[in-house]
């Protein structure tokens, strides 16, 4: 159950940014705590996939970045 809520969190438009990775990285640890391997792609996914259609442009500017550049740490920067 955990790891379907996992994947199917999205970014309320009241919610910052911070808190927003803060829940994604919350909930990934939680997984991990109960031996659920988390990867950064999947980090990645989750916050992107999850955010609202006003940051269509982030997504293409990430969608544009060479994959060995895209690390959770260059998504989380942006």
Known sequence: M???KFHALKKADDVSMQ????EVLRIAFQ?????VDVTDEDLILVLTLG??????????????TPPDEL????????
């Open 71 to 78: 690390t959770l740490d260059h998504v989380i920067a942006l």
């Open 2 to 4: 955990l790891r379907r």
């Open 19 to 22: 808190a927003w990775i803060a």
């Open 31 to 35: 997984l991990q705590e109960i031996a």
């Open 51 to 64: 955010l609202p259609s006003s940051y269509e442009n982030l997504i293409v500017s990430l969608d544009a």
